[in-house]
């Protein structure tokens, strides 16, 4: 809910509060009134205004929140879902002017299993890729998947196997 409804809300609760109060308030003077034979030194009328004055301070207290939440409440977004979707960032492209920068900035097996890819037309079976790398299957996922993490190529999956697709 927004914090003005909400405020509203409290204030209308408040209310109905003091009307509670205002009620009872009179109940007990009608009934201290005929029970109570002192007049205004019988004990009881000490205790119905020390309830009713600490009564109405709860109400003031509620209305004091229900007011700034109305007035100075700000409001704050719940995020609910966060998507992340790989596919949803944009991907890098590579272009000949960018592709000398791209090879600049990765390892020696990074570039090697890169150009194994960009040879394999772009696309290549990543069990192709470890025999045609002659490195081993976890090598192989670490450099891919830094890869990736660069925007380079997507790993899809394809029933028991991985397609390694160059993003350009």
Known sequence: MKNRAVGILIIIIAILIGYIIFSFNRAMISIVDTACSHGPTCPMWGTIEFQTNVSIGIMVF????????????????????????????????????????????????????????????????????????????????????????????EKRRRGMANIVVLKH
């Open 62 to 153: 509620i209305v004091a929140i229900g007011l700034y939440l109305i007035f100075f409440g700000k409001e704050e977004k719940i995020i609910t879902k966060v998507k992340t979707i790989k596919t949803q960032i944009e991907p890098k492209k590579i272009t000949k002017e960018n592709y000398k920068k791209i090879m600049r900035n990765l390892n020696k097996d990074e570039k090697f299993v890169l150009e194994k890819i960009i040879e394999a037309d772009g696309t290549i079976f990543q069990s192709d890729l470890v025999d045609k790398t002659k490195f081993t299957k976890v090598k192989v996922s670490r450099i891919l998947d830094r890869l990736e993490g660069r925007g380079l190529i």
